[in-house]
């Protein structure tokens, strides 16, 4: 499952984790703070999935999915950071296509 609320947070991921192993039943916790990813190693004969991630829920953790298809409207870029980094990232591509069109170019001719 995935977990917003870890997603870029290394400090609640940890926590989460912490508190998840501490859960009867649970094997083991493996948490990706980068991309929010939580997959939980649990023992179904000591613990029900429908429950634990209820438990989830209602602490917070997790919240209920979006159904397909809706848009989540992205938070809005007030210092143009988006079109900054897209702008650097489209020169530093065109620079390296450039140079390495000039080495091939100079390679031809000799």
């Known amino acids: 499952m995935r977990s917003a ?3 870029h ?3 609640r991921a940890a926590a989460l984790q912490h508190w998840l ?3 009867e039943g649970v094997d083991r ?3 990706n703070f980068l991309t929010g990813s939580v997959l939980i190693r649990y ?3 000591v613990i029900d999935g429908d429950a634990l991630i209820a438990e989830l829920r209602e602490r917070k953790w997790i919240t209920k999915p979006v159904p397909r298809g809706t848009t989540i409207p992205l938070a809005p870029d007030r210092n143009g950071l988006q079109h900054k980094l897209a702008k650097a990232v489209v ?20």
Do not use: N, Y
Request: charged letters at 20%; zero cysteines; hydrophobic letters at 60%.
């Open 5 to 7: 609320v870890v997603k």
């Open 9 to 11: 947070d290394p400090g």
């Open 21 to 23: 192993e501490a859960v």
């Open 29 to 31: 916790a493996e948490i």
């Open 43 to 45: 023992q179904a004969s």
């Open 91 to 110: 020169i530093s591509v065109a620079e390296v296509l450039i140079e390495r069109s000039v080495m091939a170019l100079v390679t031809a001719m000799l």
